[in-house]
């Protein structure tokens, strides 16, 4: 029984002692900095959450979301991954990176929505146009009949024949 507790005392004392100093990763020489790692995570966030037609897009063009975001930044896979090491093991930096990366995706979706209403309130202005375009085509329809009836209701002159044309429009029923 003793030997148990001192056993199980004994690992105890070995894992408490080999986390005490424990150390974080070593500084990469190639790090992005901070706002890199935002500017890469906005990026990578916006290709990857693309659906349906947009990912058909993609695909399409043999274009992988990654791939396309390291040739951008210029930068390959093996850099963003140990700068990504490098800031998750420090937590409060990490933090600082994605809460930016949130917000600045945030303000994108409000900016694009802003934009969505204003055209949507564009589209309707002119479609409202339109219609009264229509109307007024429909007025200038009626004017160019009831001008056509009076031609064809007007006693001719001695010696005259009466004009009709094929070309006028038809009476609206």
Do not use: W
Not at 82 to 111: G, M
């Amino acid at each position: 029984m003793i030997k148990k507790r001192f056993t199980i005392l004994f690992i105890v004392f070995i894992v408490l002692a080999s986390c005490y100093e424990l150390k974080g990763p070593e500084k990469p020489e190639n790090l992005l900095s901070k706002e890199e790692m935002v500017n890469i995570l906005i990026d990578i966030r916006l290709l990857t959450s693309s659906t349906g037609s947009n990912r058909a897009v993609l695909e399409n063009n043999k274009i992988v979301p990654e791939t396309y975001v390291y040739k951008k930044h210029k930068i390959d896979s093996i850099q963003f991954a140990s700068s990504s090491d490098y800031y998750a093991f420090y937590i409060d930096d990490y933090d600082e990176i994605y809460k930016k990366v949130r917000d600045s995706l945030k303000l994108l979706k409000e900016l694009f929505e802003k934009q969505e209403e204003m055209e949507l309130k564009e589209k309707t202005k002119k479609d409202s146009i339109n219609a009264l375009k229509v109307r007024d085509s429909l007025k200038q329809f009626k004017k160019i009949d009831s001008l056509r009836r009076k031609l064809i209701n007007k006693k001719p002159e001695k010696g005259l024949i009466q004009p009709v044309s094929d070309s006028l429009p038809q009476p609206l029923k």
